[in-house]
């Protein structure tokens, strides 16, 4: 009956139109009346402390960096590097998002923001050298969810948070799976790309022209470096990597590149500040309900529906997998994380399944929910930015998102496959 109630009373709040941080705050109000323990202080509190969180300040900074990385020219200039390096092949712009898509990645952690970005910069350019531009569309959607499995990784923040599990070891053992992504996109594009082919570019490659990129570009390169390898290392944690990402991004975009300027500041703080809230109000709204789930003990109810799968670690992951899918095709990112982390997570550590390789697999499938109609937010905005109709680019990234389904099967038939390099890199 409990589950009911949470069930009922969070798609009811949202069939009337109600945002989802509202939503959560109505369903806990709700099981706190099944209960028999509404508190209006102790909603209070609980709401409190949900973004009372020293590991949560690392959200703003990033969202920060994230908006000084794309005023500041970095994006273009790694647009550029992709370019000069594989732009000439058949079919090379889209190794260019692919490599684009995967650098991207690794500076702001967000799929909307690099999703944009690509979309805006190579979909003009593939629309005039004659490409498929709905497939073109996919795979640059395709390629966007790239960014919650890289660090720096809003997702696994707010999972290690939620989850209580260690932020740096999910950073890390998020490198190989995102490589693996880029890697499924490129073989899949490989295969459109003789397929539909694609018009071979009229240039050919020129070393001179590369060695111009990466000389403008290393900047930009130099920040996906300093994050990683400064948690790799121990010289900062997450929240600290976070706000060194916002420092080097304003110094290179105002000293080096020279593109941001002192009066645009208030304007792109006030920008990521705006996305900020309305994640650390989510997350508090969802801190509300997660207190009460454990309350009610719905984990046990749920660990008691999947009983018959729990002696199978193989068999549950298919299981809670599916749930993800399911749930991902009607939440967006942020809330399917936030309302079945506390839920999962009980089953999880019951089992005996690695936290941390459960987590990287979670945030992988929460980000294929991104490509996933009827919300499919990514899909959304890829489709405004190149003016093309939602139905299209959904057909144009069937391809993409069958292949990363697959490599989402693969990892959870050889959980080696994200352990053995994330204990590398511990």
Aim: contains cysteine; proline residues 6%.
């Amino acid at each position: 009956m409990t589950i009911a109630i949470f069930v009922l009373s969070l798609l009811g709040a949202m069939s009337l139109g109600m945002p989802i941080a509202f939503a959560l705050l109505v369903c806990g109000i709700c099981l706190m009346f099944f209960l028999g323990n509404f508190d209006a202080q102790i909603l209070a509190q609980n709401l409190l402390e949900g973004t009372n969180n020293y590991p949560l300040m690392a959200v703003p900074f990033f969202m920060l960096a994230g908006e000084l990385m794309n005023a500041g020219g970095m994006s273009n200039r790694i647009i550029a590097m992709a370019q000069a390096l594989v732009g000439h092949i058949r079919g090379g712009l889209g190794y260019v998002a692919i490599i684009g898509a995967l650098v991207l990645a690794s500076i702001s952690g967000s799929a909307v923001a690099d999703s944009a970005a690509l979309a805006a910069v190579l979909i003009p350019l593939m629309r005039k050298g004659g490409y498929n531009i709905p497939r073109a569309a996919g795979l640059i959607s395709a390629g966007g969810i790239i960014a919650p499995v890289i660090p720096p990784s809003i997702g696994f923040i707010v999972f290690g948070v939620a989850a209580q599990v260690s932020i740096t070891k999910l950073f890390l053992a998020g490198v190989f799976p995102g490589l693996m992504m880029a890697l499924t996109l490129w073989v899949t594009w490989w295969i459109c790309a003789r397929r539909e082919a694609p018009p071979v570019e009229d240039k050919r490659f020129d070393a001179a022209e590369l060695r111009r990129a990466i000389a403008d570009g290393v900047w930009a390169l130099g920040m996906p470096v300093i994050i990683i390898g400064g948690m790799r290392f121990g010289v900062f944690t997450p929240t600290e990597a976070a706000v060194v990402a916002v420092v080097y991004a304003l110094l290179v975009g105002m000293f080096v590149y020279r593109q941001i300027k002192w009066s645009q500041l208030p304007e792109l703080m006030l920008s990521a500040a705006k996305v900020s809230s309305v994640v650390m109000f989510l997350v508090a709204c969802a801190m509300v309900s997660a207190w009460l789930i454990t309350i009610a003990d719905v984990p046990s109810q749920i660990s008691a529906i999947l009983e018959p799968f729990m002696e199978n670690k193989i068999l549950l992951m298919f299981m809670m997998m599916a749930l993800v899918v399911v749930v991902g095709t009607a939440l967006d990112f942020m809330p399917t994380v936030l309302i079945l982390t506390p839920v999962l997570m009980p089953l999880v550590k019951q089992a005996g399944i690695d936290p941390i390789y459960f987590g990287v697999l979670f945030i992988m499938n929460n980000a294929i929910g991104l490509l996933t109609p009827p919300v499919g937010v990514v899909l959304n905005v890829v489709a405004g930015v190149a003016r093309v109709d939602l139905g299209a680019v959904v057909k144009g990234v069937w391809p993409f998102l069958v292949a990363q389904v697959g490599l989402l099967l693969l990892f959870i038939l050889f959980p080696s496959l994200i352990t053995v390099p994330a204990s590398w890199l511990y």
